[in-house]
C-alpha cells in the first residue's frame, strides 16, 4: 500500500514519521513530487490541481481516497475530483474541545464585559459594570456538526439560553433547533449571539452580511470561527458602527494573513486572532487517518465521508 502526502504549508517529516509509524509495516508513504509513483491513498491539506490530476487522472491511477488532515474541506472542494475518488475529512481529532473553549471565552469576555474592565485597568480606573441576565443573551449557534454540538453543549453549560440551526434537522440536549431556509430568520430573531461553524459552500457563502446581520437582536454580537467567506466584513463594520451590532470577535478572514491596514486591526470593538481557535493535532490526527485508511482498505464504512453535491 502506498501512501500519498501532499499538504500545503505543512512541514512534511513529521507527518510522515507519524504514518510510518501507524500504518502497518510495508507501507510507503512519500511526500509527493510531481512524478510520483501512483498511491493508493492521500493524505492532504490544500493540495494543488496538478496533484489531482496526476495522482487521480491517469489511466495508471490507483488512488482511492484523499484523506483531508483538518476538518474543512472547502479548498478541496473547488478542485476537479474524479467521482471514483472518495473525500474523508476529520472527525474532531482533538478540535471540537478547542472550539469550544474559543467560543465560551470569546462569550463570556463579551457577556461579563471584561474588554471594558481591561481598558479602565489600563488607565488606572477602578470601574463597576451592573451585571447582565443571561437570559438577554441567547447564542445562536450556525452548523451542527460535530463541532458545532460541542460548542452548543459547552455554551449551554453556562446557563445561556442556545439555539442552533442546521441545514438537516438535528436534535441536540439543551439546544432550540432550527433548520432550513424556512426556519433561519426565526433562528436569526431570537439570536443575540451569533456563532458560526458552518462549513463553506455555495449556499453559506456570505451567509452573514447586511440583511442577516441586521435581523439579530439589537446590540448582537457575532463570533466567526468557520471561515472568512461566511461573512462580508465590510457589513459587519457597517453594524457595528451603526450601533446594531455591539462588536464581534473574529478568528477567520476572507484573506488569510489579514492584511496590514486592515480596518479589523485597530477597530475597538473587534477582536481578532490568527486563526487559532482550533488547531490540528497532529498525533490525534494521524491516529484518525491510519484508522480511517485501515478501515478503507477492509472494505468498511467511514465516518466523515464528503458529499460532493452538499460540498461537506
Known sequence: MRISLCCTHTKAEPWLEGLHAALPLGTVVD??????????????????QAFVDEQAGGRSSRLKAMLNIGAGVDALMKLRIPPQVQVVRLDDAGMSVQMAEYVCHALIRHFREFDGYEADVGQGKWSYRKPR???????????????????????????????GWSRSPKTVEGVRCFTGESQFDDFLQATKVLVCLLPLTADTQDIMRLDTLARLQPG????????????????????????????????????????????????PKITITPHTSARTLRDETIAQIAGKIMALERGQAVAGLVDPMRGY
Do not use: C
Not at 441576565?133 to 439560553?161: C, H, I, N, W, Y
Not at 466567526?224 to 467567506?229: I, S
Open 31 to 48: 511526500d509527493w513530487v510531481a512524478g510520483a509513483p501512483p498511491a493508493d491513498y492521500a493524505v492532504v491539506w490544500a493540495p494543488p
Open 133 to 163: 441576565s443571561r437570559t438577554d443573551f441567547p447564542v445562536g449557534v450556525m452548523g451542527l456538526g460535530v463541532l458545532g454540538e460541542r460548542v452548543a453543549k459547552a455554551v449551554a453549560q453556562f446557563d445561556f439560553p442556545v439555539m
Open 220 to 267: 448582537g454580537y457575532v463570533i466567526n470561527v468557520a471561515r472568512g467567506g461566511h461573512l462580508v466584513e465590510e457589513d459587519l463594520i457597517m453594524l457595528i458602527d451603526r450601533g446594531h451590532l455591539a462588536g464581534a470577535t473574529l478568528d477567520v478572514f476572507t484573506t488569510e494573513p489579514l492584511p496590514a491596514g486592515h480596518p479589523f486591526w485597530t477597530h
